[in-house]
């Protein structure tokens, strides 16, 4: 042992740590679901409805199952006896709606691609070729494509076995004085929102290969998914299988953003099709199934108005928001959590005494929506800071100083939001600081007021945030939803010394295996480079919750941190036997167990699982020899580790075209303890970008008659490298103290706050010119609206 | 979507009334056709492939003429569905007026599609219309010509 | 479905000689029957970048290609230029910057950051971001893409400059 390896601390988290995954990636040997084959594999193709709303009159696969290559055209009730439907709704979420739910329609086509036959064949071209012998026809229905017309009681229903007409869900939140305050209040500030509605739109769609041996009743599943376990859950549940039986694999994944996490027609029924056909089936969609079946996210009709008084203190915000999903609700999180947290985030950093927020959730004939990343957060923190920039330019403020003025101050946690969340401790005044220097803020103002005598209009933007993240049972568990919130970690010390953890939480590229290689690096006392992590198989790994709501790093790294100190423990007691120490008083460090008061006395951990492993007979009788050890964890603190931060965005808008450059954006985050900086800051540029993309470019465009009218990459526009901006991020550290890592989630942060700032930038540039946005994506010709150049 | 055009026939009203009612005819103007069956004295059912944009498929439809003004106007219904390309219906008011030189055919249609064409094609579509509108008329005008000749 | 013809070209510098189905892209050519799935398919109509290869030493759409029309080309995919001392750095610079993550648009990315470097093309950030925009990526929001290409520019024009 060299006096290297004596050293105490050498600590891997906190530092930028390479990715093992990246090398793999740019050497092109990633293996997505996408590039797997099996023997026998047959190719699934879907027919789907071109109708937003209808009747099924006839439906004719005779030549389609004729068609070269075709092993079998499966329709609705091909499937009815061995998948069971599903149903979208959550006990908490009280007096909520929705249809259920099978993998191909039966009598009734809700959306422009809804699922009504699927072909299997020998390749995905000739069941392609097949799927256009089908004949499908359709006795339309009235289709609900506007959700203030959905809500009238002559509309006709999205659904028509929908219980409550289209609405799935309302609820009111409600402190007690509202209206007394806006009747009172110095100031009021008004404005009603649109926000479109958009979709993940990952570079690989989901994909599946399910594969059913009927010998053992065994069913395997290959899918790009964020939560294997869920799926595991969701197939043995519905195809009436033995949990155990059930294997979920998601290997590299091609991004995901809470898109890969819902329960899909297509998934089904391939699922369902194995195990009826006991072959293997692989179904991908093409772009244009993408956009027409992958969830929608977003789509919000708001109206909200702020109270201040004369100094320009907030009293009370009043928000209603129409939330249209899709004709159902998404199985199994809902269409409502979107929603629910739009209204609960309003205001969220602000000392806000008084709140009401109401929100109704509508059924239409599009596509469902759901979660995507940053699930309501871009909403409530765009209607939030639009209207605080409203009032700061009623009350001759600067948007800086109004922001200041109305922070709940660093100092005054724990605090209570308006809308009943528990804060543990957030960095408002320390971020809003950090960011006027970062942005160098005076200066901005100073090129601002000199451009504009030169007809040039910039504008800045700020805006704070709070993010949810580590989410406990309360989220969904606690609505019946069968979708944990715990995780799970198996940490094992090698034979020869190194140390492999399976862990519950799973990797789509953000870089949780190397995290959780630090983590376990640093309680062994090993380098992360000797420890191999597995996630993404429900059979290796233990259950739990798995990657969603920023839950990943907080408590899939605490159970990893957890895991690790027990095995530490244990390598200490054997190493404790041999060295003749107390256990206590031994360190791991540098791939060895030193004596704290002698470290002279070590062994190194490659020889005491050499001992264990091979030689057990050599240790004291009786001492247990385990080198593997499982361990669980569920938040149990706050209902949420909330972090917090800000950001700023510099935009020019040309008058003439109402094209917006972004010239630049900043954010300073603040997620507690950082595990690995590098992959923090490319979390939250991601994100970022994200949210510049629905502000400015993202679009699901629909027809009044429910035609999808932009399906391709060439027609929905998708942020480009040229037109993004580069991003400076700055931190603050307020771990929290639920959980001995303190970290908290990070990957919705630069969505949730992005397309707030631009759209106040936006505003801030068009201000001398009378002109004001509030719909997202702004678009020039919206631009051009505003400024009233187009007025149609 | 709303499309409309203006043709110059060299025939009189008369004539080109009788070739709108007669399936040979229609069969050999409509772009793409391949089958055109009679159901009824103005009613048709057609296979017809079509390629717009990156969709190509064959149609099984039904057209119809209905609110006939012998030699004056009328209006003609039509509903395809394309399998996964789409579907596509339509009424088009056709109207015929005589000329020194024949007769001036108008009409003004509005047209709608659904699934795979809509999501895909909606920048093509408006000018593939007018395009297969023209070839329609085109094609009509040439078999209209053959027909006067033959009947000459 | 039509008849097989026949095609022949060199692929990662080998050549290669098969039938293939006259409708059939490089891009579903290269990984369904040669199984080199470093080329992907993001959008299957040119817009997003996915299945750049070199084609004749420029990048070519492999889904908007015909394998058909590769007949006598020179074809190499991501997996064909493990020895090129290019590529090779351009890979430690997307390791070290952390820019490729879910990894999809990886090979793509590296495809036009290597025209781009060979190319001549300057660390300028605006003139690498031109040059990537035929490619998407939805998780990195490109800045650590441009830090790397950016970061093999440079060490290029210095490493130009002293020979």
């Given at each position: 042992m060299n006096a290297e390896g004596l050293r105490i601390g050498a600590r891997h988290v906190g530092t930028p740590l390479r990715r093992e995954n990246a090398r793999r990636h740019v050497a092109g040997r990633s293996r997505f679901t996408t590039d797997l084959t099996?023997?026998?594999?047959?190719?699934?193709?879907?027919?789907?409805?071109?109708?937003?709303?209808?009747?099924?009159?006839?439906?004719?696969?005779?030549?389609?199952?004729?068609a070269p290559g075709v092993h079998a055209v499966l329709t609705a009730a091909d499937l009815a006896d061995c998948c069971t439907p599903w149903r979208g709704t959550l006990d908490h979420f009280a007096g909520m709606t929705s249809v259920s739910q099978r993998p191909l329609a039966e009598e009734e086509v809700l959306w422009v691609g809804h699922p009504v036959a699927m072909i299997l064949a020998e390749s995905r071209a000739m069941a392609e070729d097949a799927s256009e012998l089908v004949l499908l026809d359709i006795e339309e229905l009235p289709a609900v494509t506007d959700p203030h017309a959905a809500l009238h009681p002559d509309s006709p229903k999205a659904a028509l076995e929908a219980e409550k007409g289209n609405l799935c869900f309302e609820t009111v939140l409600e402190t007690g004085a509202v209206d007394q305050v806006f009747a009172e209040a110095a100031h009021v500030v008004e404005e009603e929102f649109t926000f479109g509605r958009h979709t993940a739109v990952t570079l690989e769609p989901r994909a599946i290969l399910a594969d059913f041996d009927p010998s053992t009743r065994r069913l395997t599943v290959h899918q790009g998914t964020q939560t294997p376990y869920q799926f595991q859950d969701t197939f043995a549940r519905h195809l009436g299988l033995e949990q155990s039986n059930v294997r979920v694999i998601s290997p590299d994944v091609g991004g995901s953003f809470g898109m890969k996490l819902h329960v899909y027609h297509e998934e089904m029924a391939v699922a369902a099709a194995s195990v009826l056909h006991g072959r293997p089936v692989r179904y991908v969609p093409d772009r244009l199934e993408t956009f027409l079946s992958d969830i929608h996210a977003r789509d919000h009709r708001i109206t909200a108005r702020m109270a201040l008084d004369a100094e320009g203190h907030i009293l009370a915000m009043d928000v209603h928001d129409i939330a249209p999903i899709g004709p159902f609700?998404?199985?199994?999180?809902?269409?409502?959590?979107?929603?629910?947290?739009?209204?609960?985030?309003?205001?969220?950093?602000?000392?806000?005494?008084?709140?009401?927020?109401?929100l109704q959730v509508v059924f239409q004939n599009k596509v469902q929506t759901s979660q995507y990343r940053a699930v309501g957060h871009p909403i409530a923190c765009a209607v939030t800071e639009a209207l605080v920039d409203k009032a700061a330019v009623a009350l001759g403020l600067d948007p800086f100083a109004i922001r200041a003025a109305n922070v709940i101050a660093d100092d005054a946690y724990p605090a209570r939001s308006a809308t009943g969340f528990e804060f543990e401790a957030l960095s408002h005044e320390e971020c809003l600081g950090k960011l006027r220097d970062l942005m160098g803020y005076d200066a901005l103002r100073e090129q601002q007021a000199a451009l504009r005598d030169r007809g040039i209009y910039r504008g800045i933007g700020i805006a704070p945030f709070v993010e949810i993240t580590n989410p406990g049972a309360t989220f969904y568990g606690i609505g019946g939803a069968r979708i944990s919130a715990q995780d799970g970690a198996i940490v094992k010390l090698t034979p020869g010394g190194q140390a492999q953890v399976a862990i519950s939480i799973t990797e789509q590229g953000q870089g949780t295996e190397t995290i959780i290689a630090q983590i376990v690096a640093d309680e062994l006392g090993l380098d992360p480079s000797q420890v191999r992590v597995t996630t993404g198989d429900t059979e290796t790994t233990p259950s739990g919750g798995a990657t969603w709501a920023c839950r990943g790093a907080g408590i899939g790294g605490e159970t990893a941190l957890r895991a690790a100190r027990k095995l530490a423990a244990q390598i200490r007691a054997i190493s404790g036997a041999v060295l003749q120490k107390d256990g206590d008083t031994l360190i791991l460090s540098g791939g060895a167990v030193v004596s704290a008061d002698n470290p002279m006395v070590a062994m190194d951990l490659s020889e005491v699982a050499r001992i264990a492993y091979y030689r057990p007979d050599t240790l004291p009788a009786g001492i247990d020899t385990s080198l593997s050890v499982a361990h669980h964890f569920a938040p149990s603190g706050y209902p949420f580790d909330?972090?917090?931060?800000?950001?700023?965005?510099?935009?020019?808008?040309?008058?003439?075209?109402?094209?917006?450059?972004?010239?630049?954006?900043?954010?300073?985050?603040d997620c507690g303890t950082i595990i690995n900086p590098l992959l923090v800051d490319e979390q939250i540029r991601g994100g970022v970008v994200q949210g510049l993309g629905a502000a400015l470019f993202e679009e699901c465009l629909y027809d009044e008659s429910g035609q999808l009218t932009n399906g391709s990459m060439a027609d929905y526009l998708v942020p480009m490298p040229c037109e993004m901006p580069d991003i400076a991020i700055a931190h603050v550290e307020t771990p929290t103290k639920d959980t001995i890592l303190g970290a908290k989630g990070v990957g919705e942060a630069g969505t949730a706050a992005a397309s707030a700032a631009a759209m106040n930038a936006v505003n801030d540039a068009l201000l001398p010119l009378g002109a004001r946005i509030t719909q997202t994506p702004m678009t020039p010709l919206r631009i051009l609206r505003a400024l009233k150049t187009i007025t149609d | 979507m709303e499309l409309t055009g203006r043709y110059e026939l060299e025939a009189p009203p008369e004539v080109v009334w009788d070739a709108l009612f007669d399936p040979e005819v229609l069969a050999a103007?409509?772009?793409?056709?391949?089958?055109?069956?009679?159901?009824?004295?103005?009613?048709?059912?057609?296979?017809?492939?079509?390629?717009?944009?990156?969709?190509?498929?064959?149609?099984?439809?039904?057209?119809?003429?209905?609110?006939?003004?012998?030699?004056r106007s009328c209006r003609i219904t039509g509903k395809g569905s394309g399998g996964i390309a789409g579907v596509a219906q339509g009424a088009s008011l056709v109207a015929l007026e005589a000329t020194a030189t024949g007769t001036v055919l108008t009409y003004t249609a509005d047209a709608k599609v659904g699934g795979k064409l809509a999501a895909l094609g909606s920048r093509l579509i408006e000018s593939t219309a007018r395009k297969l509108a023209d070839q329609f008329f085109a094609n009509f005008a040439t078999h209209l010509k053959s027909r006067q000749e033959n009947a000459a | 479905m039509s008849e097989q013809i026949p095609l022949s070209f060199t692929l990662n510098g080998k050549p290669v000689a098969a039938?293939?189905?006259?409708?059939?892209?490089l891009a579903d050519f290269l990984r369904e029957d040669r199984a080199l799935t470093a080329t992907r398919l993001g959008c299957e109509m040119g817009t997003c970048g996915a299945c750049l290869v070199m084609m004749d030493g420029a990048p070519a759409h492999a889904c908007l290609v015909l394998a058909a029309q590769a007949e006598g080309a020179e074809i190499?995919?991501?997996?064909?230029?493990?020895?090129?001392?290019?590529?090779?750095?351009?890979?430690?610079?997307?390791?070290d910057r952390n820019a490729a993550q879910c990894g999809f648009c990886t090979s793509g990315m590296l495809t036009t950051a290597l025209a781009y470097v060979r190319q001549g093309g300057t660390p300028d950030r605006a003139a690498i971001r031109d040059a990537l925009s035929g490619n998407y990526c939805r998780c990195t929001g490109y800045e650590a893409i441009v830090d790397a290409i950016a970061g093999v520019a440079e060490a290029a024009m210095h490493k130009e400059a002293a020979a």
């Open positions: 099996l023997p026998q594999m047959l190719h699934a193709a879907f027919v789907r409805s071109p109708l937003a709303h209808g009747r099924i009159t006839e439906l004719d696969v005779s030549e389609a199952r004729a609700s998404t199985y199994p999180r809902t269409s409502v959590a979107e929603g629910n947290q739009v209204i609960r985030l309003m205001g969220a950093p602000y000392r806000m005494p008084d709140y009401r927020g109401r909330f972090t917090n931060g800000i950001q700023a965005s510099h935009v020019e808008v040309d008058p003439e075209t109402g094209i917006v450059r972004l010239l630049r954006h900043w954010v300073v985050e | 103007s409509i772009p793409g056709c391949e089958t055109l069956q009679a159901e009824g004295p103005a009613a048709y059912t057609a296979t017809v492939k079509l390629k717009v944009g990156p969709v190509s498929a064959r149609f099984k439809g039904n057209v119809e003429i209905v609110d006939a003004a012998p030699c | 039938f293939v189905e006259p409708r059939k892209s190499t995919t991501l997996e064909g230029q493990s020895e090129d001392a290019l590529m090779a750095d351009l890979q430690a610079a997307f390791v």
